[in-house]
DNA sequence: GGTTGCTCCTGAATGC
DNA sequence: TGCATTCAGGAGCAAC
């Protein structure tokens, strides 16, 4: 699942295909994805340049000429990969649209980004730039986690009088922007806190050593990324996620991986979503 | 107003 | 073997 980390991974690997370079034609395959796209979308998008490649929690921020952003949400299932040859490092092009291609940029460097999402929960817009942080899907998002505005005093704040589980609370995007199911495992489990518990049960001490774990948990998962991405001219042209590896998430059944803890990984069920949690060493 | 559950979608995994 | 069912999950939104 594309969650900050993975967003700013892709970021970095499409940054040097894309600022700077003119997209010389916009394929758009179908009338939507999540929701429709916006009018005229691909006459808009054609011809524009790419002036820079920003992101905002887990929104891909394409700033164009002409006072226009491309707005990029991932949702689940959405990738963006580069293929064709703008900087002489890729060593295959992959002309033909494979299946939900949604959308297909052709840069004027050579560069062909292709953004493909099965399910659909993807999304994307066009803004004017100066009004982004308006937008209605940017709006109401909380701070960046590697942001200063994310500070352990915002964060003791906010959640000491919530009365909803720890997990829930850091899911909410309004809270802090950018965590999704796996990572907020990760950082609960390093915390030490039951996702169970109700963030007012959460001492002041707990939630703000909570902010420095949150900060480390993405900054890792970035820095997983950016090595993986230095193997990506060997591995044959694919531009996706890397693999971290969690210490908590998927792994149902093995041992807590806590030094000296002893206990087991475990899936409960949260609002829908899985959690995996240890029941020994997170109270 | 805070909180919970529903909803979109497809592919992989599971069940009979 | 093959078909049908279940599940996963981001996040807006409706409904308590």
Known sequence: MPELPEVETVRRGLAPAMEGAVIDLAQVNRPDLRWPF?????DRLTGRRVLRLGRRSKYLLAELDGDETLIVHLGMSGRMTVSGDPLGQFHHDHPMPEKHDHVVLNMGNGARITFNDPRRFGAMDLWPSAEVERHWLIRNLGPEPLGN??????FVERLKTRNTPMKAALLDQRVVAGLGNIYVCEVLHRAGIDPRRTAR??????LAATVPIVRDVLSEAIEAGGSSLRDYRRADGELGY????????????????REGCGGTVTRIVQSGRSTFWCPACQR
């Open 242 to 257: 890397f693999q971290h590896v969690f210490r908590v998430y998927d792994r149902e059944g093995h041992p807590c991986p």
């Open 149 to 154: 505005a994310f500070s352990e005093g915002y």
């Open 38 to 42: 916006p009018e005229q979308f691909a």
């Open 201 to 206: 049960r959460v001492s002041d001490r707990r």
